[in-house]
């Protein structure tokens, strides 16, 4: 196919008419409900593809009653459970390097005691982010809440009724957040009608629509993980930069790092093979930071939920999370996880908004996509 | 704002995408139910912008009972109606000039007894198109049937239960069209989320999705209207085409021709002032012809209402509507106008998909829109 392209200069306006324009149409304060929403209801917030807050909406839950820190404990005990290690509490987040160059960077996974994790997190929320010791997240969202953590699953309802009832779906994946205010979770998006619970402590959510993805300055980034340098023992020689330490001769010998040791020294290691990931590099909190073009157009929903809260956060809004823990020093949430609807219009023209979008800024939105032939 | 374009020969991939996916995602058979939907089922439709259809849905409806010919000239009488008269049954349609300029033409909207508009569709369906006299349609659109129809709406509902339910709203407009088979309805689309019924006759629906508006060839053409030749009389010179017929010098005197005789002698005329509105210049049904390179992707979903069928017709949806009459010599239809939700992401989003599909066709999408400063 080949075009004449003599109005192409004017593609930028379509992609700032839609975030205008929409913005126009829309309030960027959130919807407050004080009960929950009915499925139809419900599947008219679905239809416009926008939030609502229920405030207190799950207070009567049993985790709401007997949710803490002892009791978490009490159920979970030693019980060995998946946790997202990091040095700043930025699990998949995006870093910049002396170059300028970009880093998507993901947490170093390892499993502990559950009753670690948790006395850890704790300790971490005491001495803040600047302390010592890296930043714990239970966060797995591989619908923990029916596999590691189904000792806590009973004092959760199995679904949601008014989405399972709209949606005619039962919940891909019910999960388990627990960390601290010293992680956040950078903006990114999910392909998954998503209703969030708050149980202790604070979340802070940052919101902006789909149609803002010219906004967001997705770029493809090469992938990278939190990994231990690898620990001294008599046999493996230490990493060559700690090896560059000079107070200390090649062949004195150390005793192996404690676990603790090795969560203390995480070091970024790009991923191999090499792996380039689409992702959001601009945050509407530092807005002058690795802005597009269509950056000022953007009108982020902010919300906070607190204890008791329930939020429905549509299918690929961009959100950018940040916690406050309890007095407890906890931060605990559930959410539910159901499928986006991929047949009628909405998926096929956000793709089309992300492809404009991309275009405008000069880039290909098929990058990085696997061959389609 | 200024951009590097260096992707833009992308973009009518993005647009191809669009529809190709949609195409993947969506099946271009109607959705046939057997009873209507509840509000939450009818809900889900919406919320995908997608068409189904109630066989036999409105079959209760009193007037299915009791509408036929002589019934509707018994309540209506000699009541004066508003119609829309063609010599070609192509009211808003797109007519080819000699030189290939195309026009908008609109029908000659004129007054009649209902008695005499009733008799004249079945007269014109007995003759058929190539017989003489224009083609009528009652067809003003403008809620009629709460209007100079009023003695007939008390055989219908006051509303659409499931829609007026779900939607939040009472119908804009509810209409009456009364035609026959030599009218055709070329291929538009309508800010309204649309529930038709089929009284009497047949109605055949070609659907296009919004996501295709890069197939229709929408151009900026100039809109006229059908009038009648000015009347001959004394006082009044023919019209210089009528009056270069030599067969008679000017000097002659003629009656002034008939009501009848007016409407058998339509002519096109540009509106004044000159207008052009934006309209769909591709036909699915002529596919070859004023087809834009996106046409081919395009997928019709085609759907006949027979009598007692209700359509759920999406807003935005493109449709070309063919009837057939029934064994009384017409075809009588009602529909319910609802407004579309401007509120979400749907409205901006197809308005993207339309301007990017305009520029990718080289033209532009603000064309013919008011200043907006």
Chains 1, 2 share one sequence.
Not at 120 to 149: F, V, W
């Amino acid at each position: 196919m080949t075009f004449n392209v003599p109005n192409m200069a004017k593609l930028p306006g379509a992609v700032r008419d839609l975030i205008v324009s929409y913005h126009e149409l829309n309030s960027t304060t959130i919807d407050e409900l004080h009960e929950e929403p009915s499925p139809l209801e419900f599947m008219r917030y679905v239809a416009r593809n926008r939030p609502f807050v229920v405030r207190k909406g799950a207070e009567s839950w049993t985790a709401r009653k007997v949710w803490n820190a002892k009791y978490l404990v009490d159920v979970m005990g030693r019980q060995l459970v998946n946790v997202a290690v990091t040095p700043h509490g930025n699990a998949d987040s995006v870093i910049e390097l002396e170059d300028d160059g970009l880093l998507f960077v993901k947490p170093y996974d390892t499993e502990e005691p559950f009753n670690k994790v948790l006395e850890k997190i704790q300790e971490k929320e005491r001495q803040g982010i600047d302390g010592p010791g890296p930043t714990r997240y239970a966060q797995t969202q591989n619908d923990n809440l029916r596999n590691e953590y189904m000792p806590l699953f009973s004092d959760l309802p199995k679904d949601i009724p008014f989405a399972r009832i709209a949606l005619e779906k039962s919940p891909d994946a019910i999960n388990l957040w627990l960390g601290n205010s010293c992680s956040i979770t950078a903006l990114h998006k999910d392909n998954y009608e998503n209703i969030y619970v708050q149980v202790l402590g604070e979340k802070h959510f940052t919101l902006l629509p789909p149609i803002e993805c010219a906004c967001v300055n997705e770029q493809l980034i090469p992938a990278a993980t939190y990994q231990p340098r690898e620990p001294a023992t008599p046999e493996s020689p230490r990493s060559p930069s700690a090896a560059s330490d000079n107070s200390m001769s090649s062949s004195q010998v150390r005793p192996a790092m404690t676990h603790d040791e090795v969560l203390d020294d995480l070091v970024v290691c790009l991923d191999e093979p090499e792996e380039n990931v689409p992702f959001a590099t601009w945050d509407p909190d530092v807005p002058s930071q690795r802005a597009t073009p269509f950056s000022q157009y953007s009108r982020a929903m902010r919300v906070t939920l607190n204890e008791g809260d329930m939020l429905y956060l549509p299918a690929l809004w961009y959100h950018k999370v940040a916690q406050s823990a309890s007095s407890e020093g906890i931060c605990c949430a559930v959410n539910y996880w159901y499928d986006v609807e991929f047949s009628g219009s909405f998926w096929p023209l956000c793709s089309l908004a992300r492809g404009v979008g991309l275009l405008t800024l000069g880039r290909d939105p098929r990058d990085g996509e696997e061959d389609d032939g």
